[in-house]
Protein backbone atom coordinates (compact mmCIF):
# COMPACT_ATOMS: atom_id res chain seq x y z
CA UNK A 1 0.00 0.00 0.00
CA UNK A 2 2.57 2.35 0.84
CA UNK A 3 4.90 1.43 -1.95
CA UNK A 4 1.89 2.22 -4.21
CA UNK A 5 1.18 5.33 -2.87
CA UNK A 6 4.92 6.19 -2.95
CA UNK A 7 5.00 5.23 -6.67
CA UNK A 8 1.79 7.72 -6.95
CA UNK A 9 3.32 10.96 -5.49
CA UNK A 10 6.76 10.33 -7.60
CA UNK A 11 4.30 10.17 -10.92
CA UNK A 12 2.25 13.40 -9.86
CA UNK A 13 5.87 15.61 -8.75
CA UNK A 14 7.15 14.21 -12.27
CA UNK A 15 4.15 15.44 -14.19
CA UNK A 16 4.08 18.69 -12.26
CA UNK A 17 7.80 19.40 -12.99
CA UNK A 18 7.16 18.93 -16.42
CA UNK A 19 3.97 21.00 -16.70
CA UNK A 20 6.28 23.48 -15.32
CA UNK A 21 8.67 23.14 -18.02
CA UNK A 22 9.87 26.45 -19.57
CA UNK A 23 9.96 25.61 -23.57
CA UNK A 24 10.77 28.62 -25.95
CA UNK A 25 10.44 28.81 -29.65
CA UNK A 26 13.22 30.72 -30.59
CA UNK A 27 11.92 32.29 -33.70
CA UNK A 28 12.90 34.19 -37.11
CA UNK A 29 14.59 34.91 -40.22
CA UNK A 30 17.94 33.34 -40.83
CA UNK A 31 20.40 36.24 -39.19
CA UNK A 32 17.99 37.67 -36.52
CA UNK A 33 20.30 36.70 -33.88
CA UNK A 34 18.35 33.59 -32.50
CA UNK A 35 21.91 31.87 -31.71
CA UNK A 36 23.04 34.93 -29.99
CA UNK A 37 20.32 35.21 -27.83
CA UNK A 38 19.48 31.67 -27.26
CA UNK A 39 23.24 31.53 -25.53
CA UNK A 40 22.21 34.65 -23.02
CA UNK A 41 18.64 32.73 -22.31
CA UNK A 42 20.59 29.19 -21.40
CA UNK A 43 22.71 30.86 -19.07
CA UNK A 44 19.68 33.12 -17.44
CA UNK A 45 17.29 30.22 -17.24
CA UNK A 46 19.45 27.06 -17.23
CA UNK A 47 17.59 25.62 -19.97
CA UNK A 48 18.92 23.29 -22.16
CA UNK A 49 19.42 25.16 -26.27
CA UNK A 50 19.17 22.76 -29.47
CA UNK A 51 19.68 24.06 -32.47
CA UNK A 52 18.79 22.08 -35.63
CA UNK A 53 21.16 23.85 -38.10
CA UNK A 54 24.33 23.22 -35.74
CA UNK A 55 22.99 19.58 -35.02
CA UNK A 56 23.20 19.35 -39.17
CA UNK A 57 26.55 20.81 -39.47
CA UNK A 58 27.69 18.55 -36.56
CA UNK A 59 26.42 15.30 -38.92
CA UNK A 60 27.85 16.95 -41.93
CA UNK A 61 30.88 17.19 -39.77
CA UNK A 62 31.38 13.47 -39.09
CA UNK A 63 29.93 12.56 -42.50
CA UNK A 64 27.52 10.64 -41.17
CA UNK A 65 24.64 9.71 -43.24
CA UNK A 66 21.98 11.85 -42.01
CA UNK A 67 24.76 14.28 -42.59
CA UNK A 68 24.97 14.30 -46.10
CA UNK A 69 21.27 13.93 -46.72
CA UNK A 70 21.14 17.45 -45.03
CA UNK A 71 23.80 18.98 -46.82
CA UNK A 72 21.91 18.48 -50.66
CA UNK A 73 19.84 20.39 -48.69
CA UNK A 74 21.45 23.37 -46.74
CA UNK A 75 24.29 23.81 -49.32
CA UNK A 76 21.13 25.41 -51.73
CA UNK A 77 19.70 27.35 -48.44
CA UNK A 78 16.71 24.71 -48.67
CA UNK A 79 14.80 23.22 -45.68
CA UNK A 80 15.99 19.58 -44.89
CA UNK A 81 12.81 17.11 -45.61
CA UNK A 82 10.70 17.43 -42.49
CA UNK A 83 10.83 13.48 -41.52
CA UNK A 84 14.83 13.83 -41.37
CA UNK A 85 14.75 16.85 -39.32
CA UNK A 86 11.69 15.78 -36.71
CA UNK A 87 13.13 12.74 -36.13
CA UNK A 88 16.78 14.16 -35.59
CA UNK A 89 15.28 16.29 -33.41
CA UNK A 90 13.21 13.76 -31.22
CA UNK A 91 16.32 11.65 -30.33
CA UNK A 92 17.93 14.92 -28.71
CA UNK A 93 14.44 15.77 -26.54
CA UNK A 94 15.17 12.40 -25.94
CA UNK A 95 18.48 12.38 -24.86
CA UNK A 96 18.39 14.70 -22.17
CA UNK A 97 14.92 13.66 -20.26
CA UNK A 98 15.69 15.72 -17.06
CA UNK A 99 16.19 18.76 -18.42
CA UNK A 100 13.80 21.83 -16.70
CA UNK A 101 13.28 23.57 -20.30
CA UNK A 102 14.57 23.82 -23.50
CA UNK A 103 14.91 26.84 -26.34
CA UNK A 104 14.07 25.19 -29.92
CA UNK A 105 16.17 27.83 -32.21
CA UNK A 106 15.61 27.04 -36.38
CA UNK A 107 12.90 24.02 -35.00
CA UNK A 108 9.90 24.33 -36.04
CA UNK A 109 10.17 25.52 -39.82
CA UNK A 110 7.29 24.20 -41.21
CA UNK A 111 3.49 23.37 -40.06
CA UNK A 112 3.98 19.75 -40.30
CA UNK A 113 7.16 20.33 -37.64
CA UNK A 114 5.24 22.43 -35.23
CA UNK A 115 2.30 19.98 -35.25
CA UNK A 116 5.10 16.99 -34.76
CA UNK A 117 6.63 19.17 -31.60
CA UNK A 118 3.20 19.45 -30.00
CA UNK A 119 2.20 16.30 -29.88
CA UNK A 120 5.99 15.13 -29.28
CA UNK A 121 5.70 17.75 -26.06
CA UNK A 122 2.38 16.42 -25.53
CA UNK A 123 3.44 13.00 -24.62
CA UNK A 124 5.84 14.11 -21.96
CA UNK A 125 3.19 16.63 -20.47
CA UNK A 126 4.68 19.72 -22.00
CA UNK A 127 3.88 21.98 -24.22
CA UNK A 128 5.66 24.92 -25.89
CA UNK A 129 5.56 27.99 -23.22
CA UNK A 130 6.09 30.27 -25.88
CA UNK A 131 7.18 31.83 -29.36
CA UNK A 132 9.27 34.31 -29.71
CA UNK A 133 9.94 35.88 -32.83
CA UNK A 134 12.63 38.37 -34.12
CA UNK A 135 12.06 40.50 -36.44
CA UNK A 136 14.94 42.19 -38.46
CA UNK A 137 14.45 44.13 -42.12
CA UNK A 138 15.88 41.69 -45.02
CA UNK A 139 18.91 44.62 -45.94
CA UNK A 140 20.26 44.21 -42.94
CA UNK A 141 20.11 40.28 -42.86
CA UNK A 142 21.96 40.31 -45.68
CA UNK A 143 24.39 42.23 -44.59
CA UNK A 144 24.74 40.57 -41.35
CA UNK A 145 25.02 36.89 -42.98
CA UNK A 146 27.54 38.03 -45.33
CA UNK A 147 29.72 39.03 -42.22
CA UNK A 148 29.49 35.96 -40.30
CA UNK A 149 30.32 33.84 -43.62
CA UNK A 150 33.46 36.11 -44.15
CA UNK A 151 34.21 35.20 -40.02
CA UNK A 152 33.12 31.47 -39.87
CA UNK A 153 33.24 30.23 -43.07
CA UNK A 154 29.99 29.00 -43.37
CA UNK A 155 29.17 27.89 -46.86
CA UNK A 156 25.43 29.13 -46.57
CA UNK A 157 26.72 32.72 -45.38
CA UNK A 158 28.92 33.36 -48.57
CA UNK A 159 26.40 33.41 -51.35
CA UNK A 160 24.19 35.86 -51.47
CA UNK A 161 21.91 33.78 -53.77
CA UNK A 162 21.84 31.41 -51.36
CA UNK A 163 21.22 33.75 -48.55
CA UNK A 164 18.28 35.39 -50.29
CA UNK A 165 17.31 32.06 -50.83
CA UNK A 166 17.02 31.04 -46.97
CA UNK A 167 15.83 34.36 -46.31
CA UNK A 168 12.61 33.90 -49.18
CA UNK A 169 12.57 30.01 -47.50
CA UNK A 170 11.72 31.49 -44.34
CA UNK A 171 8.64 34.15 -46.20
CA UNK A 172 7.44 30.74 -48.28
CA UNK A 173 7.39 28.18 -45.61
CA UNK A 174 8.27 29.17 -42.27
CA UNK A 175 6.34 32.50 -41.59
CA UNK A 176 3.39 30.51 -40.92
CA UNK A 177 4.67 28.82 -37.94
CA UNK A 178 4.32 32.31 -36.20
CA UNK A 179 0.59 32.66 -36.67
CA UNK A 180 0.05 28.93 -35.85
CA UNK A 181 1.14 29.71 -32.00
CA UNK A 182 -0.28 32.80 -32.29
CA UNK A 183 -3.99 31.53 -32.66
CA UNK A 184 -2.65 29.55 -29.55
CA UNK A 185 -2.12 32.91 -27.97
CA UNK A 186 1.81 32.31 -27.99
CA UNK A 187 3.69 34.17 -29.87
CA UNK A 188 5.16 38.01 -29.61
CA UNK A 189 7.21 39.21 -32.51
CA UNK A 190 10.61 41.52 -30.68
CA UNK A 191 12.26 44.44 -32.71
CA UNK A 192 15.39 42.40 -33.52
CA UNK A 193 17.33 45.67 -34.16
CA UNK A 194 19.60 47.20 -31.23
CA UNK A 195 22.57 45.78 -28.75
CA UNK A 196 22.78 42.35 -28.04
CA UNK A 197 21.53 43.81 -24.51
CA UNK A 198 18.80 45.54 -25.42
CA UNK A 199 17.05 42.51 -27.23
CA UNK A 200 17.91 40.16 -24.65
CA UNK A 201 15.97 42.31 -22.15
CA UNK A 202 12.86 42.94 -24.49
CA UNK A 203 12.76 38.66 -24.71
CA UNK A 204 13.23 38.37 -20.96
CA UNK A 205 9.80 40.68 -20.46
CA UNK A 206 8.24 38.49 -22.57
CA UNK A 207 9.08 35.34 -21.01
CA UNK A 208 9.10 36.39 -17.22
P1 LIG B 1 19.94 30.16 -40.10
O1 LIG B 1 18.73 30.22 -39.23
O2 LIG B 1 20.94 31.23 -39.77
O3 LIG B 1 19.63 30.05 -41.56
P2 LIG B 1 20.54 27.47 -39.16
O4 LIG B 1 21.89 27.16 -38.68
O5 LIG B 1 19.42 27.49 -38.20
O6 LIG B 1 20.75 28.86 -39.87
O7 LIG B 1 20.13 26.46 -40.36
C1 LIG B 1 20.95 26.27 -41.49
C2 LIG B 1 20.28 25.30 -42.48
O8 LIG B 1 19.98 24.04 -41.83
C3 LIG B 1 18.94 25.75 -43.05
O9 LIG B 1 19.10 26.63 -44.15
C4 LIG B 1 18.32 24.38 -43.44
O10 LIG B 1 18.88 23.89 -44.64
C5 LIG B 1 18.77 23.46 -42.33
N1 LIG B 1 17.78 23.41 -41.23
C6 LIG B 1 17.95 23.89 -39.96
N2 LIG B 1 16.84 23.69 -39.23
C7 LIG B 1 15.93 23.09 -40.05
C8 LIG B 1 14.58 22.66 -39.89
N3 LIG B 1 13.92 22.81 -38.72
N4 LIG B 1 13.96 22.09 -40.94
C9 LIG B 1 14.59 21.92 -42.10
N5 LIG B 1 15.85 22.32 -42.33
C10 LIG B 1 16.53 22.91 -41.32
Known sequence: MFHWLRQFFRKFALQMNKKSMINIVLFGPPGSGKGTQAELLVKKYNILHISTGDLFRYEMGNNTP?????????????????????GMLKNKVNDNPDVTGIIFDGFPRTIR?????????????????NLIALDVPEEELVV????????????????????????????????QVFDYYDT?????????VGTIDEIFNRITSVID
Open 66 to 86: LGLKAKEYMAKGELVPDEVTI
Open 113 to 129: QAEALDSFLAEKGTEVT
Open 144 to 175: RLLKRGEASGRADDKDESIIRNRIHVYQSETK
Open 184 to 192: KGKSSLIFG
